[in-house]
């Protein structure tokens, strides 16, 4: 059974800093992708960053680039989202996902199919 809990999140104030973890059990991401995505209330669920499985390219939304950084530990089971340089519009709730995504897809949500319960970032102005 897989599962995967996200933890890290937390309120800020613009210009801060947060790191968010997502600890997978049943499968690793020796094989699978992970990836970050973000919803805001009223606001469809959409991508933020992935790692492929093969290589450990690294993929960003261009609201995101430059500022958050996606990595994943040795071992991986863990990803990280740092996230620098934080701004009032990256307020959302986080999910980490894994899946098998092919690159042209990377994406989109219907492209993982395993979900975290997401945690929560809130940055004020």
């Known amino acids: 059974q897989v599962e995967m809990v996200e933890s890290g999140g937390g309120a800020v104030q613009a210009g801060g800093s947060l790191r968010l973890s997502c600890a997978a059990s049943?499968?690793?991401?020796?094989?699978?992708?992970g990836a970050w995505f973000r919803q805001a209330p009223g606001k469809e669920r959409e991508f933020v960053a992935n790692?492929?499985?093969?290589?450990?390219?690294?993929s960003y939304a261009d609201s995101v680039k430059g500022r958050f950084t996606l990595s994943r530990d040795n071992a991986k089971i863990t990803l990280f989202l740092q996230m620098d340089n934080l701004k009032p519009e990256d307020t959302a709730v986080y999910y980490c996902?894994?899946?098998?995504?092919?690159?042209?897809?990377?994406?989109?949500?219907?492209?993982?199919?395993?979900w975290g319960q997401g945690t929560q970032v809130i940055v004020s102005s």
């Open positions: 049943g499968l690793t991401f020796r094989n699978y992708d």
């Open positions: 790692i492929r499985w093969h290589g450990g390219t690294t």
């Open positions: 996902a894994a899946g098998r995504a092919i690159t042209s897809t990377i994406r989109r949500p219907g492209s993982y199919a395993n």
